[in-house]
């Protein structure tokens, strides 16, 4: 395969990326009206177990074999390359496979006192077995994405959300009429299978492609000094990691508590997480499919400029980037505001997540700029930043979900998202200027994408009530008014030169010049 250009592979990656989230909402949809929003609280508890244990193992790893191949196939050592990725996941596996087993021996104090429910013993039974054979694998798409080489690990993405569709479609009748344990188990096996399926896409991909040539001579690293080289990178991105999965998951687990010190039952409080968690932030985070494609090509691309000394492009890169995240994210949060109920009644029918939805139309831009600039920062090797800064939020998170939701509920666990994600995004981003000495672009990042946002907020209103005098289907009004509402606010960015053919001709992986007249 052919290395691709950062434009190429966040072309790729956001194509992927598209037909993943597509696939992923009618997963979601089909999951969480199957066992309602109370089981899909109680499987949001599983999550932080899997996730902390998922990531410990491999989410500093996978941007340290990321950047070394990267590096080592710039130098052109390509033996080295594949040295260090499976060095890396013997190691996870031997890993991996130790902390599970330990955790399987002690099941019933996993289920009681750190997840806090009984019925998740037998979702997170059948869970722990398959996470070393995951991890290891997963040591594989770093390193394709340190060659730069997105096709794999964008199919994969593909084959885990279509085993996730076929399996719960076909085991739905065996599950969904029992207890809400067997509920559990039915979204925990989607998700197992899933996850397999794409760690053995991505193994199939590596196994069947081409060899490189060996350059004559090469150097081949020892074990010992792999093992040291990926410690570096790893650990501070690792330790990030782990506070951070830690940090969530005491926030996850403190939320139905809080909950019920506001005054609901715990079942009122799972169902109002199930609701949060399970239905409304993955409406939100549907568009980052775009800023994590950026996120993710970002890494290798900045990581093989600073390698080879190149650091103007590497700053054309980022700024660019930052600038791409922005107007979209401003774009998609002021349509989330003005059609957060419309689209939650489609989504999810009578179970009223317009008003959660919509208070959380207001973190998206902070959101999708967290992704752009936490992959620049990885390239750079800030990794130690981004754990310091990673951990105020949390914090802040924490001070809100502990003092907060007793008196204002939910409400309050949402105003600290807005404060964090936004304190985050600031705090990466006075990183990410004082490392570069990039300029702030306050007119063309800020206040031309706010402008033009603002004008769709405000013409929302008189654009719905326009659409519906016409149209009776409610699917048809909310996608005429959003297309309306989005055009005229992309056509304000055009007519303020925020929009020029020259960023399209850097953000498509084709020429376009041949249209310049049109």
């Known amino acids: 395969m052919r290395k691709k250009s950062l434009k190429q592979n966040t072309f790729i990656l956001t194509v992927a990326g598209f037909v993943v989230k597509l696939l992923g909402f009618f997963y979601r949809i089909f999951v969480a009206n199957s066992i309602g929003a109370e089981g899909m609280g109680l499987f949001q508890l599983v999550l932080p177990v899997y996730n902390f244990i998922l990531l410990g193992l491999t989410a500093g790893l996978g941007i340290a074999i990321s950047r070394l191949v990267a590096e080592e196939t710039a130098l052109g050592n390509h033996r080295n390359a594949k040295r260090i990725t499976v060095v890396s996941g013997v190691a996870v596996f031997i890993a991996g496979t130790v902390i599970v087993s330990v955790l399987l021996l002690n099941l019933d104090f996993v289920v009681d006192v750190f997840v806090g429910d009984v019925r998740t013993k037998s979702a997170i039974y059948y869970l722990l077995p398959t996470i070393p054979f995951i991890a290891a694998l ?70 069947f492609r081409k060899s490189d040539k060996h350059t004559p001579r090469q150097r081949i690293m020892r074990k010992r000094d792999i093992a040291v080289a990926l410690l570096r990178i790893s650990l ?156 105020i939020t949390s914090l802040i998170r924490l001070g809100f979900v502990w003092f907060g939701i007793p008196y204002f509920g939910l409400n309050a666990y949402i105003a600290s998202l807005i404060v964090s994600n936004f304190a985050g995004a600031m705090l990466n981003m006075r990183t990410v200027i004082k490392t570069t000495g990039m300029s702030l672009e306050i007119g063309d990042w800020i206040i031309k994408p706010l402008v033009a946002s603002i004008s769709g907020i405000i013409a929302a209103p008189v654009i719905k009530m326009a659409v519906s005098s016409v149209l009776n289907s409610q699917l048809l009004i909310l996608l005429v008014s959003a297309g309306i509402c989005g055009g005229m606010m992309i056509a304000m960015l055009i007519f303020m030169g925020v929009f020029e053919i020259r960023d399209m001709r850097h953000m498509i992986p084709f020429n376009i010049d041949k249209y310049r007249k049109l």
Not at 156 to 174: D, N
Not at 263 to 283: C, D, F, I, N, R
Request: hydrophobic residues 50%.
């Open 138 to 207: 997963s040591t594989l798409k770093g390193y394709f994405y340190g060659r730069q080489e997105v096709i794999p690990n964008a199919v994969s993405q593909v084959a885990e959300q279509v085993t996730k569709l076929v399996v719960v479609y076909l085991i739905a009748g065996f599950f969904i009429n029992g207890d809400l344990e067997q509920k559990c188990l039915f979204a925990t096996i989607g998700l197992i299978t899933g996850e397999i399926a794409n760690v053995l896409t991505v193994f199939i991909a590596y196994k």
């Open 236 to 391: 501070p991105i690792t330790a990030n990691r782990l506070v951070l999965s830690l940090l969530g998951t005491v926030e996850f687990l403190w939320i139905p508590q809080r909950l019920s010190v506001y005054g609901m039952t715990h079942e009122e409080a799972l169902t109002q997480y199930g609701k949060l968690t399970g239905m409304a932030s993955p409406v939100i985070s549907f568009p980052s499919m775009l800023t994590a494609a950026l996120a993710t090509a970002l890494v290798p691309a900045i990581a093989e400029a600073v390698a080879t000394r190149r650091m103007n492009i590497a700053n054309r890169q980022i700024s660019r980037s930052v600038r791409v995240t922005l107007v979209l994210g401003f774009l998609f949060t002021s349509l989330f505001i003005c059609f957060a109920y419309e689209i939650s009644d489609l989504i999810y029918p009578g179970q009223n997540v317009g008003h959660m939805l919509y208070l959380l139309s207001f973190t998206a831009v902070f959101f999708y700029l967290q992704q752009t600039l936490l992959g620049i920062l990885n390239g750079l090797g800030k990794e130690t930043a981004t754990l310091k800064h990673s951990m």
